[in-house]
């Protein structure tokens, strides 16, 4: 069965911390090739922080020095730390393969940075 399954999103203010988490079934979770998707109201889903295949980590430009990417390869589990939270990170966050995501998505998690 294919499941993505996102949580640890919500309503914080501009400043404040996140946890999301993602648990994935064992027929999409790849050790070195998962990642976060962020898609903002009228703007595209985009990559902002993936594993790559040697175990290092990248972060878009807009989110670096701010996200951290981690996972648990036991609980096929990857989650995401948001620090200093922006409004601009608003948006529902999911996770997939990455770069080259599946066709299957799961049905995020939103987070609203909002004073």
């Known amino acids: 069965q294919v499941q993505l399954v996102e949580s640890g999103g919500g309503l914080v203010q501009p400043g404040g911390s996140l946890r999301l988490s993602c648990a994935a079934s064992?027929?999409?979770?790849?050790?070195?090739?998962m990642g976060w998707y962020r898609q903002a109201p009228g703007n595209q889903r985009g990559l902002v922080a993936r594993?790559?295949?040697?175990?290092?980590?990248y972060y878009a430009d807009s989110v670096k020095g701010r996200f951290t990417i981690s996972r648990d390869n036991a609980k096929n589990t990857v989650y995401l730390q948001m620090t200093n939270l922006k409004p601009e990170d608003t948006a529902v966050y999911y996770c997939?393969?990455?770069?080259?995501?599946?066709?299957?998505w799961g049905q995020g998690t939103q987070v609203t940075v909002s004073s």
């Open positions: 064992g027929s999409i979770f790849s050790p070195y090739s």
């Open positions: 997939n393969r990455a770069p080259v995501p599946t066709n299957y």
């Open positions: 594993f790559n295949f040697g175990g290092n980590t």
